[in-house]
């Protein structure tokens, strides 16, 4: 069974930093691309980012180009999302993503709030 | 960037009801265009991907059409258990995109 589990989400004060992880298995993770895709309180859905499964290709909405930066650890069947300068606007429920696929995690919550 | 424009933002229709659901991109997506069905509290899920293909186990009464920039999610008899809010989402290009939503209710 697919399972992708998000962690490392909470409170964090403006200007801070934070860094998401997605732990995968039922799969075999170093054969597809991975996203991270958010949602604030209420709102639509946001793609923040997208790796490829070597890493190659990596992608970013504008809101956050210079800011996050995605990366995974095939070895450890994890995706992370290194999240710096954080602001008010970047709160939201954090979600990891089978890149074209329905497979998504639980999602994990990032509150940024002085 | 490409733009998803979902209409209406709002649906309130009868259960049985055939319901339709629209998608516009501002440009050509070349029907790289996936539907999600977002209930209350929980993860999105995939419904249609690449236009008109239903993903394993969504019910039949699911389908998706459109090329170009115009897609659509048609229920063909809509059930209770379809409350929910849908997106539509362009994976043709990057960066990627979702449409703000299609919030259905039950009249």
Known sequence: EVQLVESGGGLVQPGRSLKLSCVASGFTFSNYGMNWIRQAPGKGLEWVAYISSGSSYIYYAETVKGRFTISRDNAKNTLYLQMTSLRSEDTALYYCAIHNSGYWGQGVMVTVSS | ?107
């Open chain 2, 1 to 107: 960037d490409i733009q998803m424009t979902q209409s209406p933002s709002v649906l309130s229709a009868s259960v049985g009801d055939r319901v339709t659901l629209n998608c516009k991109a501002s440009q050509n997506i070349n029907k790289y265009l996936n539907w999600y069905q977002q209930k209350l509290g929980e993860a999105p899920k995939l419904l249609i991907y690449n236009t008109n293909n239903l993903q394993t186990g969504i019910p039949s009464r699911f389908s998706g059409s459109g090329s170009g920039t115009d897609y659509t999610l048609t229920i063909s008899s809509l059930q209770p258990e379809d409350v929910a809010t849908y997106f539509c989402f362009q994976h043709n290009s990057w960066p990627l995109t979702f449409g703000s939503g299609t919030k259905l209710e039950i009249k």
